[in-house]
């Protein structure tokens, strides 16, 4: 008989994931006329052909039900330039796009200025996993600049364009 499977205690789990060195994008979209948007780092590439990304956001952020009403949204992976942004979109502020400099993609989502990359999406999939919900997307605009990536590990934010090669 096989053992049954115990949930590893809260705190063990964040101490995992502090392990995982992960991107640090900021998902924005349009909620009528108010541009709304927060950070996130459950971001991925899931195809290149056809070009399909996927991020997870929890259902009781302010953002959640702007981003699962939308059809289009904006992932833009942040610059080491942006240290001010990640700390407004990660708070609480009612209004993250005051003095922000963005424009409107192709679809109307917030394209952040002086991101490494944007890409903006269309909304295919919504899959509702725990607490979360999973946006599954079709990247339909996409754009790279030479700064480099900002990246998270262990609480901490670190210049992605210092890495050191193992290879």
């Known amino acids: 008989m096989?053992?049954?499977?115990?949930?590893?205690?809260?705190?063990?789990?964040?101490?995992?994931?502090?392990?995982?060195?992960?991107?640090?994008?900021?998902?924005?979209a349009m909620d009528g006329e108010t541009p709304r948007g927060l950070a996130v780092n459950a971001f991925s590439s899931i195809s290149l052909d056809p070009p399909t990304v996927m991020v997870c956001v929890q259902h009781t952020s302010s953002t959640h039900d702007c981003l699962f009403r939308a059809d289009h949204l904006a992932i833009n992976i942040l610059s080491t330039d942006q240290l001010?942004?990640?700390g407004t979109f990660a708070g609480?502020?009612?209004?993250?796009?005051q003095d922000?400099?963005?424009?409107?993609?192709?679809f109307g989502s917030p394209l952040i200025a002086r991101?490494?990359?944007?890409?903006?999406?269309?909304i295919r999939e919504r899959?509702?996993?725990?607490?979360?919900t999973v946006f599954i997307c079709r990247v339909v605009h996409a754009a790279v600049t030479?700064?480099?990536?900002?990246?998270?590990?262990a609480g901490r934010f670190f210049d992605g364009g210092a890495l050191t090669s193992l290879g």
């Open 2 to 28: 096989a053992a049954l499977a115990s949930t590893p205690d809260i705190d063990v789990m964040k101490q995992v994931n502090r392990q995982f060195v992960t991107g640090v994008t900021v998902v924005t």
């Open 84 to 86: 001010d942004v990640v």
């Open 92 to 97: 609480k502020a009612a209004d993250k796009f």
């Open 100 to 106: 922000l400099d963005w424009e409107s993609g192709p």
């Open 115 to 122: 991101s490494s990359a944007q890409m903006e999406v269309q």
């Open 127 to 132: 899959l509702r996993a725990s607490t979360h």
């Open 146 to 153: 030479e700064l480099p990536p900002m990246v998270y590990s």
